[in-house]
């Protein structure tokens, strides 16, 4: 049947008409310019895989024509896209590579219109990487480090809270600012008994306080920290034996702080000497207590909250800079 032109049409098929009108209204094209043929290469990655990540994510088409790249797509993920390519291209020229997580971190926030600045490089004894913050939250979080002699964060897995901990611990360290690094943890088995461990007192606590040696091995060669170690310079000890103790000129920072009790928590705070800093950090979704006993780094966070020379930062889901697959992880079960 063919229709008149004043004949009416069917809801159905007007819906169907205008859409296919405003999708052509809304596509556009955008261009990038390329100084050469090596920054393009950074740029797209090994066979690729950075455009077809963004391409896949955005559903845009990227090619590549006399020296520019060319963007088409709905308006409105072109303008992503661009800005993504944007971003990266800084980083490319700034680090002089790219890697999958600057990729991830880059296209993450711009597809949840987070805001991006230059954050300044962490100062550390091994070369190499450069170390910064990689999220507006990261940002605050060592922007409260700086500010406060007490800072409180709690926060997923995967958003840097022990990491980024001890490596201002550790460039605190280099401009001697400090004169020594406590890393504390209490000895909180995650939902299983472990049983009787052999060995010495070392030994016995290693499994606990093996994630910030694994941050501080980032960050120091191996010999720097055994002489360190050695001379009481660097100190990893379980929470336990933190009581009686004050600790003057030091950077103290307590990890799996969800894991104290509240006696615990002010136990430990009130170790603070002069010219000291504490860093307590933890994920509040990750409790192990046993149930019933409240957890400190909860209790502290309520209680002393708006205290002067105290800062607290929450870390959410898009400060994640593990593998993309943590923070879908982190989503689900949250949502659950």
Same mark, same amino acid.
């Given at each position: 049947?063919?229709? $008149? @032109?004043?004949?009416? &049409?069917?809801?159905?098929?007007?819906? /169907?008409?205008?859409?296919?009108? @405003?999708?052509?209204? *809304?596509?556009? =094209?955008?261009?990038?310019?390329?100084?050469?043929?090596?920054?393009?290469?950074?740029?797209?990655?090994?066979?690729?895989?950075?455009?077809?990540?963004?391409?896949?994510? @955005?559903?845009?088409?990227?090619?590549?024509?006399?020296?520019?790249?060319?963007?088409?797509?709905?308006? &409105?993920?072109?303008? /992503?896209?661009?800005?993504?390519?944007?971003?990266?291209?800084?980083?490319?020229?700034?680090?002089?590579?790219?890697?999958?997580?600057?990729?991830?971190? %880059?296209?993450?926030?711009?597809?949840?219109?987070?805001?991006?600045?230059?954050?300044?490089?962490?100062?550390?004894?091994?070369?190499?990487?450069?170390?910064?913050?990689?999220?507006?939250?990261?940002?605050?979080?060592?922007?409260?480090? =700086?500010?406060?002699?007490?800072?409180?964060?709690?926060?997923?897995?995967?958003?840097?809270?022990?990491?980024?901990?001890?490596?201002?611990?550790?460039?605190?360290?280099?401009?001697?600012?400090?004169?020594?690094?406590?890393?504390?943890?209490?000895? %909180?088995?995650?939902?299983?008994?472990?049983?009787?461990?052999?060995?010495?007192?070392?030994? /016995?606590?290693?499994?606990? &306080?093996?994630?910030?040696?694994?941050?501080?091995? *980032?960050?120091?060669?191996?010999?720097?920290?055994?002489?360190?170690?050695?001379?009481?310079?660097?100190?990893?000890?379980? &929470?336990?034996?933190?009581?009686?103790?004050?600790?003057?000129?030091?950077?103290?920072?307590?990890?799996?702080?969800?894991?104290?009790?509240?006696?615990?928590?002010?136990?430990?705070?009130?170790?603070?000497?002069?010219?000291?800093?504490?860093?307590?950090?933890?994920?509040?979704?990750?409790?192990?207590?046993?149930?019933?006993? /409240?957890?400190?780094?909860?209790?502290? @966070?309520?209680?002393?909250?708006?205290?002067?020379?105290? $800062?607290?930062?929450?870390?959410?889901?898009?400060?994640? %800079?593990?593998?993309?697959? %943590?923070?879908?992880?982190?989503?689900?079960? =949250?949502?659950?």
């Amino acid at each position: 049947m063919i229709l $008149g @032109l004043n004949q009416p &049409l069917d809801g159905g098929f007007k819906k /169907k008409i205008l859409a296919r009108a @405003l999708a052509k209204i *809304e596509m556009m =094209e955008s261009t990038i310019s390329v100084v050469s043929s090596k920054a393009l290469l950074t740029l797209f990655g090994a066979c690729d895989q950075h455009l077809r990540r963004i391409r896949n994510a @955005l559903g845009v088409s990227i090619t590549v024509r006399d020296g520019r790249i060319h963007i088409a797509g709905p308006e &409105l993920d072109v303008a /992503k896209a661009t800005e993504t390519l944007e971003r990266l291209q800084a980083c490319a020229s700034r680090l002089g590579a790219l890697s999958p997580d600057d990729v991830t971190r %880059v296209l993450h926030g711009v597809q949840n219109g987070q805001s991006f600045g230059e954050h300044p490089s962490i100062e550390v004894f091994r070369a190499g990487r450069p170390i910064r913050a990689r999220s507006e939250g990261q940002a605050r979080y060592l922007e409260a480090i =700086e500010q406060n002699d007490i800072v409180m964060c709690s926060g997923p897995a995967g958003t840097g809270k022990t990491y980024l901990a001890v490596a201002m611990a550790v460039a605190a360290l280099k401009r001697e600012s400090i004169r020594k690094i406590v890393l504390v943890r209490p000895a %909180v088995e995650a939902g299983e008994s472990l049983g009787f461990l052999p060995g010495d007192l070392q030994a /016995k606590i290693n499994p606990y &306080l093996r994630p910030l040696l694994d941050a501080l091995h *980032e960050m120091m060669d191996h010999d720097l920290i055994a002489r360190y170690t050695e001379e009481d310079v660097i100190e990893v000890i379980p &929470l336990a034996y933190m009581r009686g103790r004050t600790l003057n000129e030091a950077f103290i920072i307590l990890d799996e702080a969800q894991n104290t009790t509240v006696s615990q928590m002010k136990m430990f705070l009130t170790r603070m000497g002069a010219g000291s800093k504490i860093v307590a950090s933890g994920d509040v979704s990750q409790i192990d207590l046993p149930p019933k006993v /409240k957890s400190g780094l909860v209790d502290a @966070l309520a209680r002393l909250h708006g205290i002067d020379g105290i $800062g607290a930062v929450k870390l959410g889901a898009s400060d994640i %800079v593990r593998h993309p697959l %943590v923070q879908r992880i982190v989503d689900a079960y =949250e949502r659950k």
